[in-house]
């Protein structure tokens, strides 16, 4: 079937157009008045009329002595539109009950498009993604659900395919089994850090680097706080935000308050001296300065102080509000530091709880905390699998 829409200044100069193109056996679907847009009415434009017009290319099998099933909708259509106000049902031939009869095979019509039109709707939807195949319903679900939590729709879909080619057919229609296969390859792309309190290494170096405001202080005060108080770790404190006087004080208070030790370090040599004087400590935990992944300097400069303490893990922080460019661009940026780990915050203030699977994907370096809170020692985790993949799918944090 063909179908088409004309326009014309009258309703007459419409149809004609549409019989010159479709012929006599052409069905209106539709036709209406048309209003022009706000800026053409103001130059001057006036209304015009259209008509949806359609006509099956499939050739005419009835007997030439009867009457064609398209020729009689197509007088139905015209009567239906005032386009033959003239003409009688009589002089068509037509009579009343099979007038109403091709009236109700119109409307049927009508709906078998509207039918197809959903359909449509629903498998562009879900297929927009690269000619993706068509998928049983839980499997279209879940592609909707990770991309709405901002994992990319690219690596999205290589998920989903991926689920979809572990799960038999006959179990589509078994969410636990499908789910079982999703989280269990979740799991497998996500890597993360040994627990930090079964080191056995004196003293073990632990550096936090990053961007600035995304809580590396904080941060470094909470995992400070849980080493000594629920795993008694002989803990110190070496800061090297030396830009920032409150950072330095907010530390320091912190450090009082927990009797833990520290030192400040204004530069390179003071920061050996410092990882010196600590030595015989379980763990040093080193807070820097922030520095913008944007200048090029500043990440130089910070890379001296990171040489002279020589840590045996370098923590990159990043929080979860940032966008995926700007993720991408600190990992690029901060990766003269080799960082070992990563440290995902601001959990609680993100709509974009699957952006950090994006960042896995590209830099497959081990998590080692995410940080929920403000909360001093409270509001932090340790990195674990089960619980991130489902972060990922859920979008929350599982308690």
Do not use: C
């Amino acid at each position: 079937m063909k179908i088409k829409k004309y326009t014309g200044e009258s309703f007459q100069e419409a149809f004609e157009k549409m019989k010159r193109e479709l012929g006599q056996d052409a069905i209106i679907l539709n036709s209406r008045k048309v209003k022009p847009s706000n800026a053409i009415h103001f130059l001057g434009g006036k209304d015009h009329y259209e008509i949806t017009a359609a006509i099956d290319n499939a050739p005419n099998t009835t007997n030439s002595g009867n009457d064609s099933s398209s020729s009689v909708l197509n007088g139905i259509s015209r009567k239906r539109n005032g386009s033959s106000r003239g003409e009688s049902l009589s002089s068509q031939g037509i009579t009343e009950e099979k007038f109403l009869q091709q009236i109700s095979r119109l409307d049927s019509l009508k709906e078998e498009v509207q039918d197809m039109k959903k359909v449509l709707e629903d498998v562009a939807d879900f297929l927009k993604y690269s000619r993706m195949p068509a998928l049983p319903a839980i499997f279209k679900n879940m592609l909707k659900r990770l991309v709405d939590n901002e994992v990319h729709e690219e690596l999205a879909k290589a998920i989903v395919q991926t689920v979809y080619a572990r799960t038999e057919p006959g179990d589509y229609n078994k969410p636990k089994v499908v789910f079982k296969n999703l989280f269990e390859l979740l799991q497998q792309m996500i890597k993360t850090a040994p627990p930090l309190e079964n080191r056995k290494h004196k003293p073990y170096i632990v550096a936090l680097v990053g961007p600035t405001g995304v809580g590396k202080t904080t941060t470094i005060a909470k995992i400070a706080a849980n080493m000594k108080l629920f795993h008694q770790k002989d803990v110190a404190l070496i800061s090297a935000d030396t830009y920032r006087i409150a950072a330095i004080e907010q530390l320091q208070t912190f450090a009082n308050i927990a009797h833990i030790p520290m030192k400040v370090a204004y530069a390179p040599k003071e920061m050996e001296e410092a990882v010196e004087h600590f030595k015989d400590k379980d763990l040093i935990l080193i807070d820097t300065i922030g520095r913008s992944p944007k200048n090029e300097p500043q990440i130089r400069d910070l890379q001296l102080f990171i040489d002279a303490a020589d840590p045996n893990e370098v923590h990159l922080v990043m929080s979860l509000t940032s966008s995926l460019k700007t993720l991408f661009e600190i990992l690029q940026r901060f990766g003269k530091m080799r960082p070992n780990r990563l440290i995902f915050t601001k959990l609680d203030e993100t709509d974009s709880p699957g952006l950090f699977l994006n960042v896995l994907y590209k830099y497959p370096i081990p998590v080692s905390y995410i940080t929920t809170g403000q909360t001093v020692p409270n509001d932090i985790v340790a990195a674990e699998k089960e619980r991130l993949s489902q972060l990922v799918y859920y979008g929350e944090w599982q308690k």
